[in-house]
Nanobody, 118 residues
């Protein structure tokens, strides 16, 4: 199993920035991709960003391109999501996920709340 623990969320104002972290532990050798998803109240969970273990491949949702940056520190088994120029519509619970290929997400964290006030 792989355990994922997110941190870094909070209540911020529009235009502010946050850095979300996701620490992985357990059988991390099974993980080749890590990603971030978010779910706003009353909405479906949506993909935000993903990164390969080697960091040579990243992918972003159109809605966050240019504002969010995903990165990883393999020595710490940690993935980060730098979120800049936050908007009220970015308000959601942000979940970290991990999987073998960037398509299947087998492991999920509990999430960290990001609330952006206008």
């Amino acid at each position: 199993q792989v355990q994922l623990v997110e941190s870094g969320g909070g209540l911020v104002q529009a235009g502010d920035s946050l850095r979300l972290s996701c620490a992985a532990s357990g059988r991390t050798f099974r993980v080749y991709y890590m990603g971030w998803f978010r779910q706003a109240p009353g909405k479906e969970r949506e993909f935000v960003a993903a990164i390969s273990r080697s960091s040579d491949s990243t992918n972003y949702a159109d809605s966050v391109k240019g504002r969010f940056t995903i990165s990883s520190d393999n020595a710490k088994n940690t993935v980060y999501l730098q979120v800049n120029s936050l908007k009220p519509e970015d308000t959601a619970v942000y979940h970290c996920a991990a999987g073998p290929d960037g398509i299947r997400w087998n492991y999920w964290g509990q999430g960290t709340q990001v609330t952006v006030s206008s």
